[in-house]
């Protein structure tokens, strides 16, 4: 079983920069699809951001050239540097990890506001 645990959510201005981070139980993001994923209030789950084990990254049109996936193996985290943030990047943003669709992890959310 894998824990996620996701930290760096809060409040901020629109313009503004947070970084999220997603530290995980083991050494696993060499060998599983990880992400970023988010989820505002009355709509669906949509992907923000995806790394691959062999570092190749993947970006939802609405968060490129703003949002930045990478990760430290070292330190087994996931990261999401989110800069010129807008008041439509309001969501809960997790974690995900994924091998197979028996191994499909989740963390428990970090809410990010952007708000004047």
């Known amino acids: 079983q894998v824990q996620l645990v996701e930290s760096g959510g809060g409040l901020v201005q629109p313009g503004g920069s947070l970084r999220l981070s997603c530290a995980a139980s083991g050494s696993i993001f060499t060998l599983y699809v990880s992400g970023w994923y988010r989820q505002a209030p009355g709509k669906q789950r949509e992907l923000v951001a995806t790394?691959?084990?062999?570092?190749?990254?993947n970006y939802a049109d609405s968060v490129k050239g703003r949002f930045t996936i990478s990760r430290d193996n070292a330190k087994n985290t996931l990261y999401l540097q989110m800069n010129s943030l807008k008041v439509e990047d309001t969501a809960v943003y997790y974690c995900?990890?994924?091998?197979?669709?028996?191994?499909?992890?989740w963390g428990q959310g970090t809410q990010v506001t952007v708000s004047s």
């Open positions: 995900n990890v994924w091998r197979d669709v028996l191994r499909n992890y």
């Open positions: 790394i691959a084990p062999g570092g190749t990254t």
